[in-house]
């Protein structure tokens, strides 16, 4: 896991558990920090306790006929973070009992909250991948309604068969080939309509020098009204909602730094139909870049979803 967030939280049984109930997740907890792990999925989290946690533990979370000295020790859970995530934790671990000075934690969480570090550009085209399934694949095709066919080998590819889309949908794009991007927006447009609409969902991601701060949950990306007035179609500048294109900035947490969006399929096609969707890069004076323009067409129907 390169690049994700990690936030550790001491656990305190409840009287249930203590009376031998399964874990429950429903006992105190306490928030001790937070760290990055390196590029290599590595990290090194340290904390400290005070004589009077030390106490409380020994004297309430210890269960008829355990040892004091080993309760005393704190009950750790391990948190993966996602600042798009529904409660912005993509993944909880159990408890890890009784920690000791030095313990080494190994973890092992769902592939989707492992994070997606950015990659170079490739096949020519600036939209990468929805989820998992990487377009610029040639064993991938989606077609001109947006049905998805995937048939390739690479690791964690769903395999589908002209499928449709449902659910929230991460995109991916790149401009690392286009460094005079600094903005994007993400327009769509219903099959038959003349006219392209903001795609305007917040988006959201962690800042690196923000991580420690209590309560912290990610910085906007977008729509950021910070944005300077952007050329929209070669037009005279005018304000639109737009996003920051932090693909290759270090202050961001690294995974998903490509993400360009999460897109809530079921708001632009209550009913199953294909829907196109554009991204488009500007520079810092709003002019924009059109190597860096691409569209996707998404067959949507969330009617089994």
Not at 46 to 74: K, M, Y
Not at 134 to 145: L, R
Not at 211 to 226: C, K
């Amino acid at each position: 896991m390169p690049g994700v967030v990690l936030r550790f939280q001491e656990y305190d049984r409840t009287n249930a558990e203590l009376l031998g109930g399964a874990y429950s997740g429903d006992g105190n907890r306490e928030t001790l920090g937070v760290c990055a792990t390196d590029r290599n999925g590595n990290y090194i989290f340290r904390f400290t306790r005070s004589i009077a946690d030390i106490a409380a533990e020994a004297t309430g979370d210890v269960a008829a006929g355990e040892s004091v000295v080993v309760q005393a020790l704190p009950d750790i859970i391990v948190e993966v973070l996602d600042a798009m995530a529904p409660t912005g934790v993509c993944y909880e671990s159990a408890p890890y009992w009784n920690v000791n000075l030095r313990q080494r934690i190994d973890l092992c969480v769902p592939r989707g909250c492992g994070g997606r570090l950015p990659t170079t550009c490739q096949g020519g085209r600036a939209i990468q991948a929805i989820g998992n399934i990487f377009v610029i694949d040639p064993n991938n095709k989606i077609g001109t309604a947006g049905r998805v066919t995937a048939k390739s080998s690479l690791p964690a590819t769903p395999q589908a068969r002209c499928a449709a889309w449902a659910g929230s949908l991460d995109l991916f794009a790149c401009f690392l080939d286009q460094p005079d991007v600094v903005y994007y927006t993400l327009r769509f447009r219903r099959f038959g309509d003349p006219d392209w609409s903001f795609f305007q969902e917040k988006y959201t991601h962690l800042e690196v020098a923000k991580l420690g701060l209590p309560g912290y949950t990610g910085s906007l990306v977008g729509p950021n009204p910070a944005i300077p007035p952007l050329q929209i179609d070669g037009g005279p500048a005018i304000a639109a909602p737009a996003y920051l294109n932090i693909e290759s900035d270090a202050a961001w947490v690294l995974t998903h730094r490509d993400r360009k969006a999460v897109i809530s399929s079921w708001l632009y096609a209550p009913t199953p139909g294909s829907v196109h969707f554009r991204i488009e890069g500007y520079t810092a004076a709003g002019v924009r870049v059109a190597a860096a323009t691409d569209t996707i067409p998404f067959f949507i129907d969330n009617s089994i979803a």
